[in-house]
């Protein structure tokens, strides 16, 4: 009998993940040198299910279909998501359409332009939907400078000046090029459990022990602070401004999932989310719909 030939595309490496793992995603299936995921990857839980799977072009989902339109989206751990993620949801809403994850766990927005327009150079992409995540976010900090102060006891006085909160300062410019070289792009505003309503507030009550559907933690293992919370949702609104004005200047379509799933005005701001930016598994399905009604006439 002739062995049956092995697609070498298809061989993964398989990665058994249990409850009392600590399991750091990036320790395991992360390429250092190319910041980006290691193709041809398998985690499985103990029952042999698989958690998810990284395919042969080094993201997340199945093989490529060559019989399929293929679509990205693109992101941070927001689009890399919980078990296989959200994107691969949209499949079932637009036949003939296969979209993989691009998602990375802690990605600044800088790496998520480049393996987008790395990837989009490489391989045939009928449509990108790009998120640009949170990161990097640089909380201010204490500067110590010597000014032309007079001398105390032979030495010049140093100023201690605090600088502001930054991480947004390029991104006018860096996604302006983006979107000029890669046009067929949809772009995503950044969600997030809090709004401007809550910001100030001590919302530690509000933090629960439980899974992702039950629980409400602050943002992985990041400690509970007022302060962090009011900065870091200062600074997606921020990012949020500076996405909308760019895509607005060169007419790049954007869906705005922030004003989709806005706070505001819900009972509870826990709803959606199991932290203050990752949306709970149960709400994919939700987000997954307001994508594709924003973009169902560019899948004809």
């Known amino acids: 009998m002739v062995p049956r030939r092995i697609n070498p595309a298809r061989l993964r490496t398989v990665h058994l993940i249990t409850e009392t793992d600590t399991f750091d995603k990036k320790g395991l299936i992360y390429d250092r040198d190319r910041a980006a995921l290691q193709p041809n990857v398998v985690c499985i839980d103990r029952d042999g299910s ?5 395919n042969e072009v080094g993201l997340k989902g199945d093989s490529i279909d060559p019989h399929r339109k293929l679509g990205v989206v693109w992101g941070d751990s927001v689009v890399f998501g919980s078990g296989r993620g959200w994107p691969c949801l949209l499949d079932r809403l637009a036949p003939g359409y296969q979209f993989l994850n691009g998602g990375l766990d802690g990605d600044h927005y800088d790496n998520i332009l480049r393996r987008a327009s790395e990837f989009n150079r490489d391989h045939l992409v009928a449509l990108n939907l790009l998120m640009l995540g949170w990161h990097p976010l640089i909380p201010p900090q204490l500067v110590f400078r010597h000014r032309r102060t007079p001398r105390v006891f032979g030495q010049r006085k140093p100023t201690i000046v605090r600088s502001p909160a930054s991480g947004n300062e390029n991104i006018r410019s860096d996604l302006t090029t983006f979107l000029q070289h890669t046009p067929n792009t949809v772009v995503l505003t950044m969600p997030t459990a809090l709004n401007p309503c809550i910001i100030d507030r001590d919302l530690s009550s509000y933090l629960v022990d439980g899974g992702d559907e039950s629980g409400f933690r602050f943002l992985g293992g990041i400690p509970y602070q007022v302060e962090a919370q009011r900065l870091g949702c200062e600074h997606i ?9 760019v895509c607005a200047r060169l007419g790049i379509r954007i869906i705005d999932v922030f004003a989709a799933l806005d706070t505001t005005r819900q009972a509870d701001f826990r709803e959606n989310f199991v932290d203050i930016l990752h949306l709970r598994p149960r709400s994919y399905s939700l987000l997954v719909n307001i994508i594709y009604q924003n973009v169902k006439e560019l899948l004809r």
């Open 237 to 245: 609104l921020e990012r949020n401004d500076i996405t909308r004005e």
């Open 50 to 54: 698989i958690i998810f799977e990284i």
